[in-house]
């Protein structure tokens, strides 16, 4: 199964931002796969170790990251598994803990109460949210506009809703620019590691991921 326009515009957006970082060799004995948009996993990255193969699957479509910036945080993992050694992993947990300890992630019920009466970029003011009923999946957030957004599942919500929520700070945002990257010290590199390839993080984790990734810096390909 080939992969669709939008895939492959994305890889070449990829590349442009990868090389000018100088890691432009992570696309390289890289195989991407297309899956259906019902498999609600945005991206993954598998490798196999005994196989040295490096697989990333990808949904045509996803909800609040740019499809670019989904595979650069896959190529993220790839460069966290199989190129760090184990010093660096270490030096990313550590780092990765302090900023967890200077700043936590409010509950997802305190985002959702914030939420009432605000403005939702591109939407309109949340008005009312009725939680799934027993059995069911789909949170409802009916707006001013008369619009009304359905979210499956808590996990997507919480990624809906995580950079609109009045309850998160801008502070938060820069060190963690998506509710995903609080999940642990390897997905919370595979987001930074993206919006930094996108120019798109802070001046302290500009200067430490720079420093991290400096020895793996070579000549665009």
């Known amino acids: 199964m080939g992969v669709s326009k939008a895939i492959k515009e994305a890889i070449t957006e990829a590349k442009i931002c ?14 991407v796969h297309p899956v259906g948009s ?3 996993i945005g991206g993954k990255y598998v490798y196999d170790h005994d196989k040295n193969t490096t697989d990333i699957y ?48 409010p509950s997802i019920t305190d985002m959702i109460d914030a939420l009432i009466g605000e403005p ?19 949170w409802v957030f009916e707006l001013d506009s008369d619009d009304v957004i359905e979210v499956e599942g808590l996990d ?19 060190v963690f620019p998506t509710s995903y990257s609080y999940t642990d010290n390897m997905e919370w590199f595979a987001e930074v590691f993206a919006f930094w ?7 302290s984790l500009d ?14 390909i």
């Not at 990868?18 to 195989?31: A, E, F, R």
């Not at 460069?79 to 803990?97: D, G, M, Q, S, V």
């Not at 970029?121 to 009312?128: D, L, M, P």
């Open 120 to 138: 939702i970029e591109k939407f309109g003011v949340v008005q009312k949210v009725t939680r799934p009923k027993k059995g069911e999946q789909f």
């Open 197 to 203: 390839c996108e120019d798109d993080v802070p001046p």
């Open 18 to 31: 990868l090389d000018t970082k100088g890691v432009g060799w992570l696309i390289n004995d890289l195989n």
């Open 207 to 220: 200067k430490f991921l720079s420093r991290l990734l400096k020895p793996y810096a070579r000549k665009t």
């Open 58 to 105: 990808l949904e045509p479509k996803t909800d609040e990251l740019s499809l670019t910036t989904v595979f650069l945080h896959e190529c993220g993992h790839r460069l966290y598994t199989e190129e760090f050694t184990p010093a660096e992993r270490k030096e990313i947990r550590a780092y990765y803990n302090k900023l967890r300890k200077r700043y936590s992630l």
């Open 156 to 174: 997507s919500l919480e990624f809906f809703f995580y950079r609109h929520s009045p309850t998160v700070t801008d502070q938060q945002l820069e």
């Open 38 to 40: 019902d498999k609600h």
